[in-house]
């Protein structure tokens, strides 16, 4: 019932307010009220716990689960957001969040290598702050790295982080929900994260597998025995209705369990000895401090747990020496930055009326579709459709290096008011290649690699927690990134001049990238250009808490998660993973954290 009440609320909003407002617009100011139902505390209840963790995305919410299941520990969660509210709940309002309430708002320091077409010529770097974590506010695409990932981890000294160990984890966070032909042994039907197909489809999505296929590729399950071919999106969905790492993991009531949010946690404590005991935050602008007796874990995700770490006197000597930081332990912490970079640029004008554009969405019949069915574009997470995993002739090993991600909608979907804004393009290249497509129906197919060559680093701006950290994503240092992404261009070319496209009038839209216009529209230079440009942040970002064996001078934590050369102290969410899977990363997320409490589980049991 009360997920019906969460749809309820918007329909009399919406109704209410028709003549001045766009469904958009009403997504964009609708704030975090709404607790939905997870039980809280104000303040803990207690000083001494037996755990504290840090942060409740898929990395903090699982652990914080799996470990209270043991009713003689006490545990804390600390988390600096709030509860989603009902519009979380809407997959269509996730082209809202970003530079949202939801969002810390990061943005990229300026490189003159990337990013060139954003506002200030940074990229915004949206993170999710609520129970939750970035889970509230993202695409919900479920995928998981590849198998040869997983194995890789392994050969770099990570013992029990193989394919065939990780496998089971992946499976017991998952509830599948989709019917057909699917191979049991990949997949986890009594898990915590519903999985299901999108409660909508435009015919595009099956365009796009059959064009697939006529270009020679497998349909396949994405999460199956083999990545490589075309698939519809499976998401991280409950009927039509967003499931969150929160829904999946933290609506539960425990008495050993308190959860405060809106709680920053500023450092770590940790004592003469090299353990850490504690948690000092703040809540409503007063400070407290926290203890646990056993261990403080760590889940503030990928920029915020390097901050944290960095804050507290763990981190690269002459970086927290700069910053007037006592050192505590020389660490290579906030090092080896990774994500998945794609490119905006690729939309196509088409024919057939059903894409998602903001007079359609507007339109009473499909919100009431919504309402009480939970079907329709509102349904869907900004229109993802369908994937494709490619591998191009620069890829190296079998894994794939490219993806394609198809759209049903384009930057010009709500008329420039702020899924485009969200990203930070800017209005001047809004202006030259998207409003003139206005009101069309558009598709997009977003080329992303995957198996990127650059790395990035996070640095503090100063020892005042609340500063915001220095982000250097160094995006296309390595120009090999841009060449995979072009060689997936040509690939998303290749698939639209199909048959099963051409049926619906595809034509690209060619309008040229403001920066760009010296170069023909269409020539590799063309491209070359244009994605540094309006580069595509996945926002998969991990990798700078390094996990890896205690021979590997890069390494920060154990193969088991363990902060070197500080006790009672581990890192439980992206930010471990030491290369960067294929695919999006959430599910490895749940993986993680399902392995992290286990691992905490067998320490202490
Ligand atoms: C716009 C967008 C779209 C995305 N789409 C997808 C997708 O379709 N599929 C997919 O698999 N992945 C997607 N992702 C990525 C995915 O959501 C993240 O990789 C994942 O949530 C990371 O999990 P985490 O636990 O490491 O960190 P997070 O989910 O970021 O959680 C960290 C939590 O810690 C809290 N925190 C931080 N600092 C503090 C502090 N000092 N004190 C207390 N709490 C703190 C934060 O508020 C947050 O709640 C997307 C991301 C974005 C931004
Ligand atoms: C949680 O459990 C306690 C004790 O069983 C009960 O009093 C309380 O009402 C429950 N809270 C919620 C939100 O269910
Ligand atoms: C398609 O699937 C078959 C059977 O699994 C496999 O042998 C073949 O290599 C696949 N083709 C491609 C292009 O991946
Ligand atoms: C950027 O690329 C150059 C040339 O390949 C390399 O020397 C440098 O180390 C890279 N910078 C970073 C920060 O990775």
Redesign the pocket.
């Known amino acids: 019932m009360k997920d019906i009440r969460g749809i309820f609320i918007p329909l009399i909003l919406l109704i209410s307010n028709s003549e001045c407002a766009s469904f958009f617009d009403l997504l964009s100011s609708y704030g975090p009220e709404d607790s939905y139902d997870i039980p809280r505390k104000t303040l803990p209840s207690k000083n001494d716990y037996d755990f504290i963790v840090?942060?409740?995305?898929?990395?903090?919410a699982t652990v914080t689960n799996r470990l209270s299941e043991n009713k003689n520990w006490n545990i804390l969660l600390?988390?600096?957001?709030q509860p989603e509210g009902i519009i979380n709940q809407i997959p269509l309002s996730t082209i809202a969040?970003?530079a949202g309430d939801y969002d810390w708002g990061y943005r990229l320091q300026t490189d003159g290598k990337s990013c060139l077409g954003m506002v200030d010529e940074r990229c915004t770097w949206?993170?999710?702050?609520?129970l939750g974590?970035?889970?509230t506010?993202?695409?919900?695409?479920?995928?998981r790295g590849n198998k040869l990932d997983f194995d890789k981890w392994a050969d770099m000294g990570n013992y029990g982080w193989d394919f065939k160990n990780v496998l089971p984890y992946f499976k017991k966070s998952e509830k599948f929900r989709i019917p057909g032909i699917f191979d049991p042994a990949y997949h986890g039907y009594n898990g915590n994260v519903d999985v299901e197909y999108p409660q909508w489809r435009t015919p595009f999505a099956t365009a796009f597998l059959e064009a697939g296929q006529t270009l020679g590729y497998n349909i396949t399950d994405v999460n199956g025995a083999d990545q490589i071919g075309f698939s519809y999106i499976q998401l991280t969905s409950d009927q039509g209705a967003r499931c969150s790492a929160s829904k999946a993991y933290l609506r539960i009531n425990r008495s050993n369990l308190d959860i405060v949010t809106g709680?920053?946690?500023l450092r770590i404590l940790i004592n003469s000895r090299n353990q850490a005991y504690g948690v000092e935050?703040e809540k409503n602008g007063i400070k407290y401090k926290a203890y646990a007796s056993k261990e403080v874990v760590l889940?503030?995700?990928?920029i915020?747990s390097a901050k944290?770490l960095m804050l507290s006197g763990i981190g690269p000597r002459d970086h927290l020496n700069q910053m007037g930081i006592p050192v505590i332990k020389d660490a290579k912490v906030g090092y080896n930055l990774q994500e998945h970079i794609g490119f905006w640029g690729l939309s196509f004008v088409v024919d057939l009326p059903v894409t998602i554009i903001l007079k359609r969405i507007s339109d009473s019949s499909i919100l009431l579709d919504y309402i009480f069915h939970r079907k329709g574009p509102i349904s869907s997470p900004a229109g993802a459709e369908a994937i494709a995993f490619m591998k191009t002739k620069y890829s190296e090993d079998s894994r794939p290096d490219v993806e394609l991600f198809l759209l049903a909608a384009g930057l010009n979907a709500d008329n420039g008011r702020v899924f485009r804004k969200g990203y930070g393009i800017t209005d001047k290249v809004y202006d030259a290649i998207y409003k003139p497509i206005e009101g069309r129906d558009t598709i997009t197919i977003l080329p992303v690699g995957h198996n990127p060559k650059s790395r990035g680093r996070i640095l503090l701006k100063s020892k005042d927690p609340y500063d915001k950290p220095i982000i250097n994503g160094n995006f296309f240092n390595n120009t090999m990134d841009i060449e995979v992404l072009l060689e997936g261009i040509k690939y998303a070319i290749e698939l639209v001049n199909t048959e099963p496209f051409k049926k619906y009038g595809v034509q690209i839209n060619s309008l040229k990238v403001p920066g760009c216009e010296k170069f023909e529209f269409g020539c590799d230079d063309y491209w070359r250009c244009a994605i540094r440009q309006i580069p595509l942040m996945?926002?998969?970002e991990c990798g700078t808490i390094k996990m890896g064996p205690k021979n590997d001078p890069n390494a920060v934590v154990d193969p088991e998660l363990r902060v070197y050369g500080i006790d009672y102290l581990r890192v439980v969410?992206?930010?471990v993973m030491p290369v960067i899977p294929v695919g999006?990363?959430?599910?490895d997320?749940y993986m993680i954290g399902e392995k992290g409490a286990d691992m905490i589980k067998y320490t202490w049991q």
Not at 584 to 587: D, F, G, Q, S, W
Request: charged fraction near 15%; hydrophobic fraction near 35%.
């Open positions: 840090v942060g409740a995305g898929p990395g903090g600390l988390e600096a957001g969040f970003p949206p993170r999710g702050k609520s974590g970035t889970t506010i993202n695409t919900m695409v479920y995928t709680a920053r946690v935050y889940s503030a995700g990928t915020d944290l996945e926002n998969h969410d992206a930010s999006h990363i959430t599910a997320v």
